[in-house]
């Protein structure tokens, strides 16, 4: 059994088939496990790439981090912020620090703006832009949204499909907003407070990983980059690993593979059909770059990492690694930053020198009033490439394409983040890699359907059942029906009463009921009297609950529209989370 790559899911797989006593080699590329999670270090100085938290409700998987870090997986109580105009505003944001930081101006535009944007907003929403102004206004998206998506994609915001913003930013619907307002959205709530850490970086989880497999007999074999995979009539046959620069070829038997599946699609010796090879050319991806900036200063600020949403510097995100976890930096009176780039291979700031990144992340930081380029000690760059796979248009069919035609390879598997062109994180990494070894024993689980939107489903399965209950309540009411029957109800009783008061006789006739007098203009207590206060307490009762009605789906209609505004707003604070 052979699984390419030493990251999370092909980790999670390998581990998987061990323990079932399956034989199985791993390898990978680079020499340390851990792929886009790993743990790099510079001078005992320990970073990420980007700063992982670890999250997940499945409780497998948390299961398995638990059991594998015990004491050295740390709950960090998280801060964040987003930094804009010299200001730090509080993320998730807060209503009243925004606005304190805004200034009375802009709290005043914004809101006029976010008003106008609800009367008059964009007819037609293809964009990004268009869609985020529609919710938000347009002064809040150039606050808030549009200069930290750019950076991150590095495309202007009006040529982001509205699709991909729906799809980050949730769109709920109207039940699901009420049921989230009553009920409380737990999975950001749960995420805003507190998130789990290993002491010494993410890569120290897929260390204990490596270890845990090597000891039940699993082999990693780092520095061992494939090549070429030879398939024949549905089947990987061989495949070519280069190591120190000299080749050599196994036999395979199975094969799951977590390398991006567009190099894959390259290295299937023979190629696919042209169509293939074109669909795997058009996936594309966002790489990432990091300067990590030592400087000599015990204390820079109290988050754990910062949103640069500013246009004038270029760095998109700082991490402060020893607010992750204090072991992260080897002396305690210094402190390393972490200055993240999104950029694209071959673009300008990828190609740039080391000495000259640095230069630009010293001089940026100081520009933001962080620290002065003075208290830089020491630098160390490091180059991600396809960090993040990327939604752009046609991508959905260029994957099917590569799909349908590795679904005729029977004993190959596509696992993990690049391996499926998904936008995993850890936790569906890994769940993608069990799964796929849970198949080589004899399982047939669809490793497409779990995805960064299983959270979704599960919540939105909560929801329904909540749905379920709250519906009928939440439904309009048919006011023609309504009025008709308090109208029929209402003339029945009267008629029904006058009636059996004119059967029962008596000196005086209906007293109390003669008092209708008043509002029924001709009524009298007989048999003609009767089939007057039929008439009339039917057109009363009809009117009185045509109105009631009528106010009753306005009230809800209300209710429901800042239900739906409010949860709108709230989903914002998942949104930056998503990068
Ligand atoms: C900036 C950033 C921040 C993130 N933050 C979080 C977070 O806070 N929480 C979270 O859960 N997730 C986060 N993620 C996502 C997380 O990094 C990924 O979900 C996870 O690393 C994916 O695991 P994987 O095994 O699928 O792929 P990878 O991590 O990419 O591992 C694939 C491995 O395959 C190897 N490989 C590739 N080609 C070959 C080949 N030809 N031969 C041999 N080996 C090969 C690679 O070297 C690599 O080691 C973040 C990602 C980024 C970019």
């Known amino acids: 059994m052979v699984v390419v790559g030493a990251g999370p899911a092909g980790l999670s797989a390998a581990y998987r088939l061990v323990e079932q006593g399956v034989e199985t080699l791993v390898l990978e590329q680079t020499n340390r496990v851990g792929g886009i999670s790993r743990t790099e270090t510079y001078e005992e100085y320990a970073f990420d790439i980007g700063g992982h938290r670890f999250f997940t409700k499945n409780e497998e998987v948390d299961r398995l981090w638990r059991d594998m870090l015990g004491d050295d997986f740390l709950s960090v109580p998280r801060m964040s912020r987003i930094y804009y105009r010299g200001r730090f505003f509080d993320y998730p944001l807060k209503p009243l620090n925004a606005l304190a930081n805004l200034g009375l101006t802009e709290s005043v535009l914004i809101p006029l703006s976010y008003l106008r944007a609800q009367l008059w907003g964009h007819r037609r929403e293809e964009t990004f832009e268009q869609w985020v102004s529609n919710r938000f206004g347009e002064r809040l998206y150039r606050t808030f949204f549009k200069t930290y998506t750019e950076k991150v994609w590095g495309i202007p915001c009006n040529e982001i499909l509205a699709t991909w913003a729906a799809q980050r930013i949730q769109g709920l619907s109207l039940s699901t907003a009420v049921t989230n307002a009553l009920f409380g959205i737990q999975k950001a709530k749960s995420l805003i407070d507190a998130f789990d850490y290993p002491r010494r970086g993410p890569g120290m989880m897929w260390e204990r990983f490596q270890r845990a497999i090597e000891s039940s007999g699993g082999q990693l074999r780092l520095g061992s980059e494939v090549t070429r995979l030879c398939h024949d009539q549905g089947r990987i046959l061989r495949v070519v690993s280069r190591e120190n620069g000299k080749e050599s070829e196994m036999p395979v038997h199975e094969l799951i593979s977590s390398m991006p599946v567009s190099t894959l699609i390259g290295r299937l010796d023979p190629k696919p059909p042209e169509e293939v090879l074109d669909a795997a050319r058009r996936l594309s991806y966002r790489s990432f770059l990091i300067v990590v900036l030592i400087l000599d200063k015990p204390e820079v600020f109290p988050d754990q990492w910062i949103y640069v949403h500013g246009p004038e510097v270029r760095v998109g995100r700082i991490q402060n690694f020893k607010n992750w976890s204090p072991t992260m930096v080897p002396d305690p009176v210094k402190t390393s930053l972490g200055m993240e780039y999104f950029c694209d291979e071959g673009d300008e700031i990828w190609e740039m020198p080391d000495e000259d990144l640095r230069e630009l992340a010293s001089s940026e930081l100081a520009s933001l009033g962080l620290a002065g380029a003075d208290d830089v000690v020491d630098s160390y ?13 046609g991508y959905e069919q260029s994957l099917q394409t590569i799909r349908d035609f ?12 690049n391996g499926m062109h998904r936008y ?8 993608t890699g069990m799964l796929a070894a849970e198949n080589v024993m004899g399982s047939s689980h669809d490793l497409w359907q779990v995805n960064e939107e299983e959270a979704y489903l599960e919540e939105e399965s909560l929801a329904d059942s909540r749905e379920a209950v709250i519906a009928p309540v939440l439904a309009r009411m048919d006011k023609l029906a309504f009025a008709t029957s308090v109208g029929s109800a209402s003339g029945l009783l009267i008629f029904l009463a006058t009636i059996w008061l004119v059967v029962k006789g008596g000196d005086v006739v209906g007293p109390n009921l003669r008092l209708l007098e008043n509002y029924f203009f001709g009524y009298t207590v007989t048999v003609k009297g009767a089939f007057l206060a039929l008439a009339y307490a ?4 009809f009117l009185f609950g045509w109105l009631f009605a009528y106010l009753r789906n306005l009230i809800l209609a209300i209710y429901l529209y800042s239900a739906k505004k409010k949860a709108e707003m709230l989903s914002i604070r998942d949104f930056f989370e998503s990068f």
């Open 381 to 393: 760059v490091v180059r991600q490439p396809k960090a993040y796979p990327v939604y752009n248009q």
């Open 406 to 417: 590795l679904g005729t390879i029977d004993n190959l598997q596509t696992i993990g983040r």
């Open 424 to 431: 995993n994180n850890m936790d569906h990494s890994m769940l």
């Open 538 to 541: 039917f057109c009363w009762g």
